[in-house]
């Protein structure tokens, strides 16, 4: 067994009767010695019957489950690759990833079912299962240990498919291989003092790099336990914090909003919780003093997908001294700011963040091009533009062109208005992110329409919902007769968002 790897067999022979994971729903749990078991048999009968091996892709449309985890752990094992799907997504945009992906076997929740029936790129694809298939795995009695043959695995080998759009609205997909995985975890045990006591409730998505890569993979290096939620419930999270003895949490801004917000949230016991991981977006000042009031300290932080994604993070300490802050780097990560013209940056001066790490991908699935453009000398280029005090502290100055969060959801309006353009009836669209009081931002789209044209604000919605997932879609419109420019010829984004604060002081 590859124990450099395989940290879950490696668990299995250290502490084979300790916690790995609880699942609520079904009051399910499983020691890491059981679950290696379980994890080992799945890879053998994904071998034998659907001839999986290494390099092969397995992409997973799913809510969180314990199915997932066996599957990835599976994936480890036989040295494929997962790739998580978001099943927000319209079968339109889910046929465009599964293309590019190419699955050797397709894994789908019966709930996805009509869905799955729509998507085109699978109709010839000789092996699609429902995750019930897997359930077995999990549930029957105490798994036996079998002998697998063991694969050649070098940390250089692709895990993980993450599928993230590009500001040209173009999905890329990130290679995430062992060596970052490995990596991650090792900066996130250093900068939050992880160890085999932690635990914690995993609910982040596992279409994001947060669900597998903030905390449940650095867990798993570090022997600790969780708790999986299918999604978040946060009244749920804050009785199981308080029964569970919860060390450690993650979450979005909106989701710490809305778990303040909850009449428990002044009732439970939350004194084992050492600090909370805040990221996807900056945590508002009066969440955090909320929060710390409460006796949990916050610690924001920064990361992508690409690299990571725990980068940076901000000790609990500074979390008012320092306000707005993403701290500075985790211990095994090199940066530069950088000038336009490949200098770089002095104390105070912005310019785009440069990243240099073990933790950066090796480049995008099948994207060549796009990987070369991206990386110089080691370095990943984030398209962030950040600063830096005389105290070494960073702080993000602008978040990449355009593109904006919407309750840790990064959307990206290139790849709305791509779409809106597909209406015969738009002669020119725009879509900037404005500021929500519940999502933190949300999209608001420009339109011009053809001559002698009408349409209302409804029929945009509705042509949205018809090929773009929910948190895509825009929630204001504004039509225009035209759409303002700059001297090159380009929409003038800053002159909209600047016409959209007027209108609300005007309003």
């Known amino acids: 067994m590859n124990f450099q790897i395989d940290w879950l067999a490696k668990w299995a022979k250290y502490t084979p009767n300790k916690l790995f994971l609880r699942e609520y729903h079904r009051k399910l749990e499983w020691s890491f010695s059981d679950f290696n078991n ?11 019957k659907y001839n999986i091996k290494k390099g092969d892709r397995i992409a997973v449309y799913s809510k969180n489950s314990s199915e997932y985890v066996l599957i990835f752990l599976a994936c480890i094992k036989l040295g494929a690759v ?3 799907l978001n099943y927000r997504l319209t079968s339109r945009e889910l046929d465009v990833l599964l293309s590019d992906a190419e699955p050797n076997l397709f894994i789908y929740e019966e709930e996805f079912g009509d869905e799955v029936l729509n998507l085109e ?3 010839n694809l000789e092996y699609k299962i429902a995750v019930s298939e897997i359930t077995p795995f999990l549930i029957d009695k105490n798994a036996k240990s079998i002998s697998l043959e063991e694969v050649n695995i070098s940390e250089e080998d692709p895990v993980m498919i993450l599928y993230t759009a590009g500001t040209t609205g173009l999905s890329k997909g990130v290679l995430i291989n062992h060596r970052m995985l490995f990596w991650n975890a090792v900066n996130t045990g250093l900068r939050l003092d992880l160890n085999s006591q932690d635990h914690t409730q995993s609910y982040a998505p596992f279409f994001h790099t947060g669900g597998w890569n903030v905390l449940f993979t650095p867990f798993l290096l570090h022997g600790a336990s969780h708790t999986l939620l299918s999604k978040f419930d ?3 999270i804050l009785q199981l914090m308080e029964k569970e003895k919860t060390t450690i949490l993650f979450g979005v801004p909106t989701m710490f909003q809305m778990m303040s917000d909850s009449p428990l949230f002044n009732k439970v016991d939350l004194s084992s919780v050492r600090y909370a991981i805040v990221g996807g977006a900056p945590m508002p000042i009066p969440v955090i003093n909320t929060w710390q009031n409460k006796g949990i300290a916050i610690r924001q932080g920064y990361g992508l997908t690409e690299v990571g994604p725990n980068c940076f993070s901000l000790h609990q300490d500074d979390a ?3 306000k707005g802050s993403i701290g500075f780097p985790n211990f095994y990560i090199d940066v530069k700011v950088m000038k336009d013209n490949d200098t770089e940056c002095k104390e105070n001066e912005t310019g785009e963040l440069w990243i ?3 933790v950066v991908t090796p480049g ?7 990987t070369r453009e991206s990386i110089t000398d080691g370095y990943f280029h984030t398209g962030d533009l950040v600063s830096y005090d005389e105290d070494g502290f960073f702080y993000v100055v602008d978040r990449k062109k355009n593109m904006f969060i919407s309750g840790g959801e990064n959307v990206y309006p290139a790849e709305i208005e791509k779409y809106i353009y597909t209406n015969p009836e738009v002669k020119e669209v725009a879509v900037i992110g404005v ?3 519940k999502w933190g931002e949300v999209g608001k789209v420009y339109i011009v329409l053809k001559e002698n044209i009408h349409l209302t604000e409804e029929d945009i919605f509705n042509h949205c919902k018809a090929g773009l997932a929910k948190y895509k879609i825009p929630k204001h419109v504004k039509f225009l007769e035209e759409i303002p420019k700059t001297d090159a010829g380009k929409i003038n984004k800053i002159l909209l968002k600047q016409m959209h604060e007027d209108s609300l002081i005007n309003s």
């Open 234 to 236: 946060g009244d749920m």
């Open 364 to 370: 995008y699935w099948k994207k060549e091009k796009e």
């Open 82 to 84: 997962i790739v998580p």
């Open 121 to 123: 790129s699978i109709r």
């Open 320 to 322: 008012i001294r320092k």
């Open 435 to 437: 500021t929500d009081a």
């Open 356 to 358: 240099k790490s073990p």
């Open 38 to 48: 379980r994890t080992t048999e799945l890879s053998y009968y994904l071998r034998m």
